[in-house]
Nanobody, 121 residues
Framework: QVQLVESGGTTVQAGGSLRLSCAAS????????LAWFRQKPGKEREFVAA?????NYATSVKGRFTISRDDGKSTVYLQMNSLKPEDTATYYC?????????????????WGQGTQVAVSS
């Protein structure tokens, strides 16, 4: 079964750090673009970061979040530092094997179930 499973979401105070993980399984993901999106309460899902040969970040997280991947473990991480209350959201991992715009949600073929992050002020 091909799947992505996120973990690491929790409640953290503003200014704190958190690392999310996404474990990919069921096929070879070495040639896939792996990305993070998030959905804030009452809002549409939005791009956060993507990684495949190069990295791409949303402006709102640039300099605070870092995406990385371990192909040996088929895992992608999102290190989140200097967290703000506005980072509160459900964070989703996504994978794409043929893509031309890494920020576009519709380009991704596979999604995880999401992990919730709450940042308290």
């Amino acid at each position: 079964q091909v799947q992505l499973v996120e973990s690491g979401g929790t409640t953290v105070q503003a200014g704190g750090s958190l690392r999310l993980s996404c474990a990919a399984s069921g096929r070879n993901f070495e040639n896939a673009v792996l990305a993070w999106f998030r959905q804030k309460p009452g809002k549409e899902r939005e791009f956060v970061a993507a990684e495949k040969d190069y990295v791409n970040y949303a402006t709102s997280v640039k300099g605070r979040f870092t995406i990385s991947r371990d192909d040996g473990k088929s895992t992608v991480y999102l290190q989140m530092n200097s967290l703000k209350p506005e980072d509160t959201a459900t964070y989703y991992c996504a994978a794409a094997f043929s893509i031309w715009d890494v920020t576009r949600e519709s380009q991704y073929e596979l999604w995880g179930q999401g992990t919730q992050v709450a940042v308290s002020s």
